[in-house]
C-alpha cells in the first residue's frame, strides 16, 4: 500500500499532585528572642515545589495543546511491502530534483517513433525481461516495484541491479500510491504503460486473501485513475491470467469462452480486473489490452512455481509432490499445463504495445472509442507435469524423488491450453520454445546464480561445445 496527539502521559500524576498542595497554616509564637535568620522548614519546601512543579507541568499542556499540531510526517510512498501487506518503511523516499533527473533519463526515448513506457512490477519475473527488451530497442522505459516479500526480495532486488545496468531506473514505490503514480505522470508523458505488477500465485490466497484485492483490484484502480488524468493518456497493456477460465472445459481455451467461474481469489481478482478496465475503456476512453499468461518459466523466474521449487528440491535431496487430479471414476490424471517460455510472452507483450492504438480521453473525458482488447499468450502445447520433472531429471542429472497425490481444494486448476489464433492473427504471436529448450536455458542460469560450483562441472562435462558460462547475471535471460 500519521501520529496524532494523545492525551499527555502524566496528567493525572499532575493532577494527583495538584490535590496534595494543601494550604499550610503556620503559627508562629511572638517571644522576645535575640534577632535571628528564618529557616524555612521542610514541610514548606516540599510544598513550594509540588507547587512549582504542578505550574510547569500546565503550562507545558497548555503549550502542547494550543500550539498549531506538526505536520504528520508522510508515510514513504514506496514502501517496499505497503500495499500486500501494510508495513511501511520510513527509510524510503521519492521526489526531489535529482530523482526526478533520474527519471527523466530512463524514460527518454532513443529511437526514431519509440515508446515511452511505465513498466509496473519491474523487478517481477515478466516486468524484468519485457523491461530490458524495450530498453534495447531503445524504447524510454521507467520501472516501478514496490519489492514486496512475497517471494525472496534479493532476487527482485537482482533484476533491479540488471536493468539499472542497461539504464532502466526502478523507481521503489507502490502501485496504490496515488500521490507517487500522478507525480510520474506529471514527471514524464509516458505513451504507454505495460502494468504487470500484481500480487502473484493461486495458494497464497489461502494464507493472505486481501492482498490480492489491495494489488489487483485497488492497485488496477489507482492506475488507471492516474492515467485517465493523465495529459496525455496512455496506452494500457496489462498482465491478466489464464487463471480467468477457471472451471471452463472446452479446451483450448478460448478468448470467447466463458470466464464467470473463477476456481480461486487470484482469478477472481484478475476477472474483476478486466471488468474493471473495460469500464475505464467505455466511460474515459483509454485504450487497454489486457494479456492472459499461461504457465511462464525461464531464467529470473518466481521460486513459487513449480519448475523452479522442483529444481531446488532435486538438487537438495528432497521429495517432491506431484499432483494428480480425478477424470472420473478410478482414473487419475496427471495436471498439465501449457507452459510458455518467458521469450515467447515478452514477444506478446511488446507487439500488443506497438498495435494498441491510442487512447481518446483528455482531461478525464471520452472524446471517442478507444482500443479494448483481449489476448492470450501460451505456447499451445500443454505438458504433463510429470514429463517436466523428467527434463529437469535429465538436465540436473539427478533423480528426483517423487510423491504422487491427489490434487487439493487450493484453487488450481488441473490443465491449461491455449488457443493463440486470436493473438497471431492481430499481433503476429508465434510462439517458437518448446519445454526441452526452455528448460535447458532455465537450468544453466539456475546453477550459474544459486550454484555456480555445480555450473563449472557441468561446463567442464560439455567444454566440447564451446560453450562458456557468463556467471550470475544469467547468459540465457532475455533481460541480460
Given at each position: 500500500?500519521?501520529?496524532?496527539?494523545?492525551?499527555?502521559?502524566?496528567?493525572?500524576?499532575?493532577?494527583?499532585?495538584?490535590?496534595?498542595?494543601?494550604?499550610?497554616?503556620?503559627?508562629?509564637?511572638?517571644?522576645?528572642?535575640?534577632?535571628?535568620?528564618?529557616?524555612?522548614?521542610?514541610?514548606?519546601?516540599?510544598?513550594?515545589?509540588?507547587?512549582?512543579?504542578?505550574?510547569?507541568?500546565?503550562?507545558?499542556?497548555?503549550?502542547?495543546?494550543?500550539?498549531?499540531?506538526?505536520?504528520?510526517?508522510?508515510?514513504?510512498?514506496?514502501?517496499?511491502?505497503?500495499?500486500?501487506?501494510?508495513?511501511?518503511?520510513?527509510?524510503?523516499?521519492?521526489?526531489?530534483?535529482?530523482?526526478?533527473?533520474?527519471?527523466?533519463?530512463?524514460?527518454?526515448?532513443?529511437?526514431?517513433?519509440?515508446?515511452?513506457?511505465?513498466?509496473?512490477?519491474?523487478?517481477?519475473?515478466?516486468?524484468?525481461?519485457a523491461a530490458a527488451a524495450l530498453?534495447?530497442?531503445?524504447?524510454?522505459?521507467?520501472?516501478?516495484?514496490?519489492?514486496?516479500?512475497?517471494?525472496?526480495?534479493?532476487?527482485?532486488?537482482?533484476?533491479?541491479?540488471?536493468?539499472?545496468?542497461?539504464?532502466?531506473?526502478?523507481?521503489?514505490?507502490?502501485?496504490?500510491?496515488?500521490?507517487?503514480?500522478?507525480?510520474?505522470?506529471?514527471?514524464?508523458?509516458?505513451?504507454?504503460?505495460?502494468?504487470?505488477?500484481?500480487?502473484?500465485?493461486?495458494?497464497?490466497?489461502?494464507?493472505?486473501?486481501?492482498?490480492?484485492?489491495?494489488?489487483?483490484?485497488?492497485?488496477?484502480?489507482?492506475?488507471?485513475?492516474?492515467?485517465?488524468?493523465?495529459?496525455?493518456?496512455?496506452?494500457?497493456?496489462?498482465?491478466?491470467?489464464?487463471?480467468?477460465?477457471?472451471?471452463?472445459?472446452?479446451?483450448?481455451?478460448?478468448?470467447?469462452?466463458?470466464?464467470?467461474?473463477?476456481?480461486?481469489?487470484?482469478?477472481?481478482?484478475?476477472?474483476?480486473?478486466?471488468?474493471?478496465?473495460?469500464?475505464?475503456?467505455h466511460i474515459y476512453g483509454l485504450?487497454?489490452?489486457?494479456?492472459?499468461?499461461?504457465?511462464?518459466?525461464?531464467?529470473?523466474?518466481?521460486?513459487?512455481?513449480?519448475?523452479?521449487?522442483?529444481?531446488?528440491?532435486?538438487?537438495?535431496?528432497?521429495?517432491?509432490?506431484?499432483?494428480?487430479?480425478?477424470?472420473?471414476?478410478?482414473?487419475?490424471?496427471?495436471?498439465?499445463?501449457?507452459?510458455?517460455?518467458?521469450?515467447?510472452?515478452?514477444?506478446?507483450?511488446?507487439?500488443?504495445?506497438?498495435?494498441?492504438?491510442?487512447s481518446t480521453g483528455s482531461g478525464?473525458?471520452?472524446?471517442?472509442?478507444?482500443?479494448?482488447?483481449?489476448?492470450?499468450?501460451?505456447?499451445?502445447?500443454?505438458?504433463?507435469?510429470?514429463?517436466?520433472?523428467?527434463?529437469?531429471?535429465?538436465?540436473?542429472?539427478?533423480?528426483?524423488?517423487?510423491?504422487?497425490?491427489?490434487?487439493?481444494?487450493?484453487?488450481?486448476?488441473?490443465?491449461?491450453?491455449?488457443?493463440?489464433?486470436?493473438?497471431?492473427?492481430?499481433?503476429?504471436?508465434?510462439?517458437?520454445?518448446?519445454?526441452?529448450?526452455?528448460?535447458?536455458?532455465?537450468?544453466?542460469?539456475?546453477?550459474?546464480?544459486?550454484?555456480?560450483?555445480?555450473?563449472?562441472?557441468?561446463?567442464?562435462?560439455?567444454?566440447?561445445?564451446?560453450?562458456?558460462?557468463?556467471?550470475?547475471?544469467?547468459?540465457?535471460?532475455?533481460?541480460?
Open positions: 500500500m500519521a501520529p496524532q496527539l494523545t492525551g499527555a502521559p502524566g496528567s493525572a500524576a499532575a493532577a494527583g499532585g495538584a490535590a496534595a498542595v494543601k494550604p499550610q497554616f503556620h503559627h508562629y509564637h511572638h517571644h522576645r528572642l535575640p534577632p535571628r535568620h528564618h529557616h524555612p522548614s521542610p514541610t514548606s519546601l516540599l510544598s513550594k515545589l509540588a507547587f512549582w512543579s504542578v505550574c510547569s507541568l500546565s503550562l507545558l499542556l497548555a503549550f502542547l495543546l494550543l500550539s498549531p499540531a506538526a505536520p504528520a510526517p508522510r508515510a514513504a510512498p514506496e514502501s517496499p511491502r505497503r500495499s500486500l501487506h501494510a508495513s511501511p518503511s520510513s527509510t524510503a523516499s521519492w521526489g526531489g530534483g535529482a530523482w526526478e533527473k533520474k527519471v527523466r533519463a530512463s524514460s527518454r526515448v532513443r529511437r526514431s517513433r519509440g515508446h515511452s513506457v511505465l513498466v509496473t512490477g519491474a523487478a517481477g519475473f515478466v516486468g524484468c525481461h530498453r534495447r530497442r531503445g524504447d524510454g522505459v521507467l520501472g516501478l516495484d514496490n519489492f514486496n516479500d512475497y517471494y525472496d526480495t534479493a532476487l527482485k532486488r537482482g533484476r533491479a541491479a540488471l536493468l539499472a545496468r542497461s539504464g532502466v531506473y526502478v523507481v521503489d514505490g507502490d502501485i496504490a500510491d496515488a500521490e507517487l503514480l500522478a507525480k510520474l505522470f506529471d514527471v514524464v508523458p509516458f505513451t504507454h504503460v505495460l502494468h504487470l505488477a500484481a500480487q502473484a500465485g493461486v495458494r497464497h490466497a489461502l494464507v493472505d486473501p486481501m492482498s490480492y484485492v489491495r494489488a489487483n483490484v485497488a492497485g488496477l484502480v489507482a492506475l488507471l485513475e492516474a492515467a485517465r488524468a493523465a495529459k496525455p493518456q496512455p496506452a494500457i497493456v496489462w498482465a491478466s491470467s489464464s487463471s480467468v477460465y477457471g472451471l471452463n472445459s472446452h479446451v483450448p481455451f478460448s478468448e470467447h469462452d466463458r470466464t464467470d467461474r473463477p476456481a480461486s481469489l487470484y482469478a477472481a481478482t484478475k476477472k474483476a480486473g478486466e471488468e474493471i478496465a473495460h469500464v475505464y475503456n485504450s487497454l489490452t489486457a494479456l492472459r499468461f499461461f504457465t511462464v518459466y525461464g531464467p529470473w523466474g518466481r521460486p513459487d512455481m513449480a519448475y523452479f521449487f522442483f529444481t531446488k528440491d532435486i538438487l537438495a535431496g528432497r521429495p517432491i509432490t506431484v499432483y494428480e487430479s480425478a477424470g472420473g471414476g478410478s482414473h487419475q490424471t496427471t495436471i498439465s499445463r501449457d507452459f510458455t517460455y518467458i521469450d515467447d510472452i515478452v514477444k506478446g507483450c511488446v507487439a500488443a504495445l506497438d498495435t494498441a492504438g491510442r478525464g473525458k471520452k472524446r471517442g472509442t478507444a482500443p479494448f482488447r483481449t489476448y492470450n499468450l501460451g505456447n499451445t502445447s500443454p505438458v504433463p507435469v510429470t514429463q517436466l520433472v523428467d527434463l529437469l531429471e535429465k538436465l540436473l542429472k539427478v533423480k528426483a524423488v517423487r510423491k504422487v497425490v491427489k490434487m487439493p481444494r487450493n484453487g488450481d486448476v488441473p490443465y491449461t491450453h491455449a488457443n493463440v489464433s486470436l493473438a497471431q492473427r492481430e499481433l503476429g504471436y508465434r510462439p517458437s520454445t518448446d519445454l526441452q529448450t526452455g528448460l535447458k536455458k532455465f537450468v544453466r542460469w539456475y546453477l550459474e546464480y544459486y550454484h555456480p560450483e555445480l555450473a563449472e562441472k557441468q561446463k567442464l562435462r560439455t567444454s566440447s561445445n564451446g560453450k562458456g558460462s557468463r556467471g550470475r547475471n544469467g547468459s540465457s535471460s532475455s533481460a541480460r
